[in-house]
């Protein structure tokens, strides 16, 4: 079975884990560099960013995570995760890894949506659409030309894909909905199988 890390040092770590575990995966808390080596792909949760990229730099994990995931691991971040894994943050001097070609605003869809679950249509999920939850989420402001957009809220870009690495920045791991978690399993057997490219 696909051992699939959780980054496990801030965040809603557990309702990843439950998710991944009844969508058919084999998860897993990532605390460490021993941990990320047992991974075949990498969940960064939501939680805070700046939090998140403070503590991956004191935990020394920051460059291992980008060379597996050049190496062609697959790797998901949810709202915070997407963030993170961001080419950068729009107006902010805010540090990332630089996994996907995007620029990302913060707290983006304002205040009156701190916390709002939409129906949100993911063509390549098919019908009906996703029952969306977003918390003080992100949206993506600039796709380099390799980004595949997998899905929009108000005309911003709120999931994509670009090779073996997906962000969306809403919370699929709060729905009973599991679409997105077998997506993602799909992701990693396809990338196991040779048929997806890795991130450039
Ligand atoms: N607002 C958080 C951040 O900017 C992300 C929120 C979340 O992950 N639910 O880091």
Request: hydrophobic content about 45%; charged content about 20%.
């Given at each position: 079975?696909?051992?699939?890390?959780v980054l496990a040092l801030q965040g809603d770590v557990e309702e990843h884990i439950a998710a991944l575990r009844r969508a058919g995966g084999d998860?897993?808390?990532?605390?460490?560099?021993?941990?990320?080596?047992?991974?075949?792909?990498?969940?960064?949760?939501?939680?805070?960013s700046t939090t998140v990229m403070k503590l991956l730099t004191r935990s020394a994990l920051d460059r291992p995570i980008v060379e597996r995931v050049h190496a062609g691991m697959p790797l998901w971040g949810t709202c915070m995760g997407m963030i993170v894994a961001a080419r950068d943050v729009a107006g902010l001097e805010?540090?990332?890894l630089d996994l996907i070609d995007i620029t990302v605003r913060r707290n983006a869809f304002g205040r009156q949506n701190e916390s709002v679950?939409?129906?949100?249509?993911?063509?390549?999920?098919g019908e009906p659409p996703f029952r969306a939850i977003f918390i003080r989420a992100p949206w993506i402001e600039r796709y380099g030309p390799k980004v595949e957009r997998l899905a929009e809220r108000?005309?911003?870009?709120?999931?994509?894909?670009?090779?073996?690495?997906?962000?969306?920045?809403?919370?699929?791991e709060l729905s009973d909905d599991l679409r997105?978690?077998?997506?993602?399993?799909?992701?990693?057997?396809?990338?196991?199988?040779?048929?997806?490219?890795?991130?450039?």
């Open positions: 079975m696909t051992r699939i890390g998860p897993f808390e990532v605390r460490n560099c021993a941990d990320l080596a047992q991974a075949d792909a990498l969940v960064i949760p939501g939680g805070e805010q540090s990332t679950e939409v129906e949100l249509p993911i063509p390549a999920l108000n005309g911003r870009g709120v999931m994509v894909r670009e090779g073996s690495v997906l962000a969306t920045s809403f919370h699929p997105v978690h077998r997506y993602f399993l799909q992701m990693i057997v396809d990338s196991q199988a040779g048929k997806a490219p890795t991130a450039a």
